[in-house]
C-alpha cells in the first residue's frame, strides 16, 4: 500500500530486495522474489525495483484482467511468429527467410544491406532501403550498427549489456498412469531455493504437448547443465511425489538482459532512418514479450513521424 501511495515510484537505483525489506520472510519467499525472478528474470537482491513496480502497477491495479494468467495451448512459434509471417506474406513482399544481413552502410538512397544466404545476385550485392529497423538481439544490432560508423556510442551500449540465462529442463512421467493430466493443473508454481530452483512446471500434455511430459523452468539459472538438470529432478520427484525421469536440458545463456538497478538501456533511435525495436531497448518494462511488442510500436512510430 506504501508503494500504491507513492505512485509506484521509489528511489533510484533501489534493488527489489531493499525496497521490500521490511516484509515477512514468507511475504518476500512466497510472493516478491518468485514474482521477480519471473517477471524481471534477475533475482531480487540485484533486480531493479522501479521496474518491478512498473510490472505491478500494470499486472495487478490498471485495469481488470490485467493479472489474468493466459496460457497458449499452441507453442509460441505457431501463436506469434508464424501468424506474423502469414500476415506479413498476404500483405506484402514475401518475407526473406535464412538470408542473414552481413553488412549495413549508409547509401544515396537511405541505408544498403548486403545479405547472406541469397539466391539473387544482385541481393547479395546489396539492396538500398530509406529505412532500416533491426529487430534483434541486441549483440547482432550492435554488430550492424557499429559497422555503419554512425553512433559507436550506442552500439557499445548495446554490446555492453549483462544477460541472464534461463533453463528448461523437460522431464517424463514413468510411473504408471502417464495420462494426459500428469499435474493437477496446466501450471503449478514450486518452491524454489538455491538447491531446488525450478519456480515453475508446465503439463505438456495439458498445453497441446505430449501426454506425461513436464516442463520445468529455472529464471535467473546458475550452474551447469549436468547440476541444473540434478537439482530441478530432485526437486520435482520431492515435490511433486512423481517418479520422472530426464528427457533434456535446455540453457539459453543470453534469455534475457539483466534488469538491474539504474540501468541505462540502448535508445531506439540509432541515426536518421536506422532504428532498433526489442525487448532490451529502453523502455518501462523487462525483457518480456510485452516489452518487445511496445518496442515495436513505439519504432514504427518514429518511422511514420
Given amino acids: 500500500m506504501r508503494t500504491r501511495a507513492a505512485g509506484f515510484a521509489c528511489a533510484p537505483g533501489l534493488s527489489v530486495a531493499a525496497l521490500c525489506k521490511g516484509l515477512s520472510p514468507r511475504a518476500l519467499r512466497g510472493l516478491v522474489e518468485p514474482l521477480c525472478v519471473s517477471a524481471l528474470n534477475t533475482p531480487a537482491e540485484r533486480a531493479c525495483a522501479q521496474v518491478f513496480l512498473r510490472v505491478l502497477k500494470d499486472s495487478l491495479f490498471s485495469q481488470p484482467g ?7 495451448r499452441v507453442d509460441l512459434s505457431a501463436l506469434l511468429p508464424e501468424a506474423a509471417l502469414v500476415w506479413l506474406t498476404e500483405r506484402g513482399p514475401a518475407p526473406r527467410l535464412g538470408a542473414r544481413v552481413q553488412t549495413l552502410a549508409r547509401s544515396p538512397q537511405g541505408w544498403q544491406l548486403s545479405l547472406s544466404g541469397s539466391a539473387n545476385t544482385e541481393e547479395s550485392q546489396g539492396e538500398n532501403f530509406d529505412a532500416v529497423l533491426l529487430a534483434c538481439p541486441p549483440q547482432e ?16 551500449h548495446a554490446a555492453s549489456l549483462q544477460h541472464e540465462s ?3 529442463v523437460y522431464a517424463r512421467l514413468t510411473s504408471p498412469p502417464a495420462y494426459a493430466n500428469s499435474l493437477a493443473q496446466p501450471m503449478l508454481a514450486l518452491h524454489g531455493s538455491a538447491d531446488a530452483p525450478a519456480q515453475f512446471v508446465f503439463d505438456r500434455g495439458q498445453l497441446g504437448g505430449p501426454a506425461g511430459l513436464l516442463a520445468f523452468v529455472v529464471s535467473a539459472s546458475v550452474g551447469d547443465k549436468a ?7 530432485a526437486q ?4 511433486l511425489g512423481l517418479e520422472l525421469e530426464l528427457v533434456q536440458t535446455i540453457v539459453e545463456k543470453r534469455a534475457t538482459f539483466a534488469c538491474t538497478p539504474g540501468l541505462l538501456r540502448p535508445a531506439a533511435q540509432i541515426a536518421p532512418g536506422l532504428l532498433a525495436c526489442g525487448d532490451y531497448v529502453a523502455g518501462p518494462y523487462p525483457a518480456t514479450l510485452e516489452g518487445a511488442v511496445r518496442s515495436g510500436l513505439h519504432a514504427a512510430r518514429l518511422l511514420k513521424a
Fill in 66 to 72: 490485467g493479472a489474468d494468467l493466459l496460457l497458449p
Fill in 141 to 156: 544490432a550492435a554488430r550492424l550498427a557499429e559497422g555503419t560508423g554512425s553512433n559507436a556510442d550506442w552500439a557499445a
Fill in 166 to 168: 534461463i533453463a528448461t
Fill in 227 to 233: 547440476l541444473i538438470s540434478a537439482q530441478v529432478m
Fill in 236 to 239: 520435482g520427484q520431492a515435490q
